[in-house]
């Protein structure tokens, strides 16, 4: 069965240090998200592609996050430099493109950041 | 402000049945979605729902009234691998997700 693909799975780094995660989606799915969830909440929007196109980027920290999606397949997102509060899982998702309204959005692993 | 509700947390008897509630006020809609999120995992999708009504799927249930703004998860026949966060997330007129903040479900036997 087709998933997408999120790593690492976990990573300890301190604070003003660097940090990416990486996202392979489910081939085919021209629409990608990652999203960060902090415990007992529900996931935040962080950064919305379609295909390698940025549609959302309202909710991303623009001075310390950037994300890019070059080829229109996998992406990448970093932070520099982490601060403690950037502490979360992290959230890979991807749906088959962005107008079709009937295609849920598949999620991968996640990405549990601490920051010491 | 685009808003979804749903309760904090709901506790429920093996083998009996929950309702889990969602309200939402969004800028339009396109479509209501249900996911499950065991402890420490990924969400993983439960149901869709566009039209009014009622959609079935084995155990799970989700009713939609968009006059109301309103959908609820059933959940029959509980078991203990029930006891997970459900989500309920909105998708508005800019095909954007609107997420809530999840149902937290405790199954006790």
């Known amino acids: 069965e087709a998933e997408v693909a999120q790593s690492p799975r976990y990573k300890i780094t301190e604070k003003s240090q660097a940090v990416a995660f990486w996202c392979d989606p489910i081939s085919g799915h021209a629409t990608l998200y990652w999203y960060r969830q902090i415990l007992g909440q529900g996931p935040e929007l962080l950064v919305q592609?379609?295909?390698?196109?940025?549609?959302?980027d309202s909710q991303l920290p623009k001075d310390r996050f950037s994300a890019e999606r070059l080829k229109g397949v996998d992406s990448t997102l970093k932070i520099q430099p982490a601060e403690l509060g950037d502490s979360a899982m992290y959230l890979c998702a991807s749906s088959l493109a962005l107008w079709d309204s009937n295609t849920e959005a598949f999620f991968g692993q996640g990405t549990r950041l601490t920051v010491v | 402000g685009q808003n979804i509700d749903q309760p904090t947390e709901m506790t429920a008897t093996e083998g009996a049945i929950v309702q889990i509630n969602c309200t939402y006020q969004?800028?339009?809609?396109?479509?209501l979605f249900w996911y499950q999120q065991h402890a420490g995992e990924a969400p993983t999708f439960l149901s869709y729902?566009?039209l009014d009504g009622l959609e079935e799927k084995g155990r799970f249930s989700s009713f939609l009234s968009r006059s109301k703004g309103y959908s609820y998860l059933l959940l029959k026949e509980l078991q203990m691998k029930d006891s997970a966060s459900y989500l309920c997330a909105v998708r508005d007129s800019n095909y954007q997700l609107i997420w809530g903040a999840g149902t937290k479900l405790i199954i006790k036997p």
């Open positions: 969004t800028s339009g809609f396109n479509g």
């Open positions: 729902n566009v």
């Open positions: 592609f379609q295909d390698e196109s940025v549609v959302d």
